[in-house]
């Protein structure tokens, strides 16, 4: 099993930042892409950002420039920092993980259990 663990959501001023940190444990193998997504009240969940096991970064057009996704791959860890937080970017953010995991060790998607984020105007 593997149990992803989120922090860092709450409540913020526009203009103000967040950083939202996802830990994973369990029986890991290997980590592939990590992740961060969101989902608006009655929209599907939407892609924020990724990177790699290398390192490789992508971000949604709607936040490049105000967030930053980093790991940790010696702790199993993906971090979420958002700068220039807006409104429109309050959602309820999900941790995902690309790994081979569990037993037998195959390659599954993880997800957390979400952490609200709501900016206020």
């Known amino acids: 099993q593997v149990q992803l663990l989120e922090s860092g959501g709450g409540l913020v001023q526009a203009g103000g930042s967040l950083r939202l940190s996802c830990a994973a444990s369990?029986?890991?193998?290997?980590?592939?892409?990590m992740g961060w997504y969101r989902q608006f009240p009655g929209k599907p969940r939407e892609l924020v950002a990724t990177i790699s096991s290398g390192g490789n970064t992508n971000y949604a057009d709607s936040v490049k420039g105000r967030f930053t996704i980093s790991r940790d791959n010696a702790k199993n860890t993906v971090d979420l920092q958002m700068n220039s937080l807006k409104p429109e970017d309050t959602a309820v953010y999900y941790c995902?993980?690309?790994?081979?995991?569990?037993?037998?060790?195959?390659?599954?998607?993880?997800w957390g259990q979400g952490t609200q984020v709501t900016v206020s105007s």
């Open positions: 995902n993980l690309h790994a081979i995991a569990g037993t037998p060790a195959l390659p599954r998607s993880y």
């Open positions: 369990g029986s890991i193998f290997s980590i592939n892409a």
